[in-house]
C-alpha cells in the first residue's frame, strides 16, 4: 500500500521561504517519478512540480519556475520542495505523489501539509 506523509507547511508571509518534506513507503521509491501537486481551496488540483525516479529531470509549473525546487534523496525514500519568495496565490494543501504531469494529479496523495502565505 502506498504511503505518504508531508510536513513542513505553516504560515508565512510573502516573501518568505518553505521547506516541504514527504516520506514515502509501500512502493520502490527510487524507481518512481515523483511529484508535489496542490490544492486551493475551491480550486482545482494543481500539479507544481515533478522530478524523475533519479533525480536528475526536473520539472516546474511556469506559477512556480524560478521560485521552487524540488530534490529527492532516493536513500531515505524522501521527497522535497524548497518553496521560496511566496506569493499569497501559493497558500493551498500541498501533496506529494507518485508521476509526472497528469497521472500525478490522479494517483494516490498522503494528508497534506498546508502553506499559507499571509501578511
Known amino acids: 500500500e502506498v504511503q505518504l506523509v508531508e510536513s513542513g507547511g505553516g504560515l508565512v508571509q510573502p516573501g518568505g521561504s518553505l521547506r516541504l518534506s514527504c516520506v514515502a513507503s509501500?512502493?520502490?521509491?527510487?524507481?518512481?517519478?515523483m511529484s508535489w501537486v496542490r490544492q486551493a481551496p475551491g480550486k482545482e488540483i494543481e500539479w507544481v512540480s515533478g522530478?524523475?525516479?533519479?533525480?536528475?529531470?526536473?520539472f516546474y509549473a511556469d506559477s512556480v519556475k524560478g521560485r521552487f525546487t524540488i530534490s529527492r534523496d532516493n536513500a531515505k525514500n524522501t521527497l522535497h520542495l524548497q518553496l521560496n519568495s511566496l506569493k499569497t496565490e501559493d497558500t493551498a494543501m500541498y501533496y506529494c505523489?507518485?508521476?509526472?504531469?497528469?497521472?500525478?494529479?490522479?494517483?494516490?496523495r498522503g494528508q497534506g501539509t498546508q502553506v499559507t502565505v499571509s501578511s
Open positions: 505523489a507518485q508521476y509526472i504531469g497528469y497521472h500525478a494529479l490522479r494517483a494516490a
Open positions: 522530478i524523475n525516479s533519479g533525480g536528475g529531470g526536473v
Open positions: 509501500g512502493f520502490t521509491f527510487s524507481r518512481s517519478d
